[in-house]
Nanobody
Framework: QVQLVESGGGLVQAGGSLRLSCAASGTIFSIGTMGWYRQAPGKQRELVAVITRGGSTNYADSVKGRFAISRDDAKNTVNLQMNSLKPEDTAVYYC??????????????WGQGTQVTVSS
């Protein structure tokens, strides 16, 4: 059974920083693209940043230059360093892992979400 567990959310003042981490547990042979998405109240879930197995990254325009995504395939983790946070970054942040290969399947998974609140 594969699970994604996020950590690192919390309350921070505008201009501050937070680091989100997501660890995939289970007997995993490989993971495809990993990423972070967010959903603010009353809005649809949106892409924040993704990183491929090869290390290519893609960011939402709203976070470019402020956020940095990284992954450690040896530990099956993906991190999101968030700097210069703004109140509009407030949302529940979700970790996503695509094509998680186990002995029996290769499926996509989501974490349970972690709240990030940026006060003005």
């Amino acid at each position: 059974q594969v699970q994604l567990v996020e950590s690192g959310g919390g309350l921070v003042q505008a201009g501050g920083s937070l680091r989100l981490s997501c660890a995939a547990s289970g007997t995993i042979f490989s993971i495809g693209t990993m990423g972070w998405y967010r959903q603010a109240p009353g809005k649809q879930r949106e892409l924040v940043a993704v990183i491929t197995r090869g290390g290519s990254t893609n960011y939402a325009d709203s976070v470019k230059g402020r956020f940095a995504i990284s992954r450690d395939d040896a530990k099956n983790t993906v991190n999101l360093q968030m700097n210069s946070l703004k109140p509009e970054d407030t949302a529940v942040y979700y970790c996503n892992a695509e094509q998680v290969a186990t002995m029996t399947s290769a499926d996509d998974y989501w974490g349970q979400g972690t709240q990030v609140t940026v006060s003005s």
